[in-house]
C-alpha cells in the first residue's frame, strides 16, 4: 500500500474515532487482532480498542483531536496529536472535574493490508493530571 493511503486511513482512524466519536471506524480501519500497546498494558482486539476509546469519550464528551504531524515509511505511520477536552465524565475513577484540559500525545500505527494492525501509543498523562488537579502542578 502506498504512504499516502497509509496516512489517509491513520488520519480518517483518529478524526472519525476521537474528534466524532464515531467508534465504527474501528471496525473498517483497524485488523480483527489490532494491538494497542499503551505504557500500561496490551490493548487485544477492536472490542478492547473499543472499550479504550469510550473511556476517552465518556470523561471528555467534547473531545477534538487536531494532527499535528504525519510522518510515514514503508508499512508505519507516526501521527502526533493535540487533545482538547472538557473533563465532563469519569477518567477511570477520577470524578469529573468540568475543568478544560489540553494534552499531547504520539503513536506508531503499523498497517497490514489496509489496515492498522499495531499502535504502540504514549500520551501526556502527568500533564492532563496535573490540569485536572489530580497531581499538583509543582
Known amino acids: 500500500m502506498a504512504i499516502e493511503e497509509n496516512k489517509a486511513i491513520v488520519r480518517r482512524f483518529l478524526e472519525e474515532a476521537y474528534s466524532k466519536g464515531n467508534l465504527a ?14 505504557p500500561d498494558a496490551d490493548i487485544m482486539g477492536i472490542e478492547g480498542w ?9 470523561a471528555f464528551p467534547d473531545l477534538q483531536l487536531t ?6 515509511e514503508g508499512d508505519k505511520v507516526v501521527a502526533s496529536w493535540t487533545c482538547r477536552g472538557t ?9 469529573p472535574t468540568g475543568k478544560q484540559v ?4 504520539i ?15 504514549m500520551n501526556d498523562a502527568l500533564g492532563m493530571m496535573k490540569q485536572l488537579g ?3 502542578s509543582g
Open 25 to 38: 471506524v474501528g471496525d473498517e480501519s483497524l485488523t480483527d487482532n489490532v494491538v494497542l500497546h499503551t
Open 50 to 58: 473499543k472499550k479504550f476509546a469510550t473511556m476517552f469519550l465518556t
Open 67 to 72: 494532527i499535528d504531524e504525519m510522518i510515514a
Open 87 to 95: 473533563h465532563n465524565g469519569y477518567l477511570r475513577s477520577i470524578a
Open 102 to 105: 489540553t494534552w499531547t500525545g
Open 107 to 121: 503513536a506508531i500505527y503499523r498497517l497490514a493490508g489496509g489496515k492498522i494492525e499495531h499502535i504502540w501509543g
Open 134 to 136: 489530580v497531581i499538583p
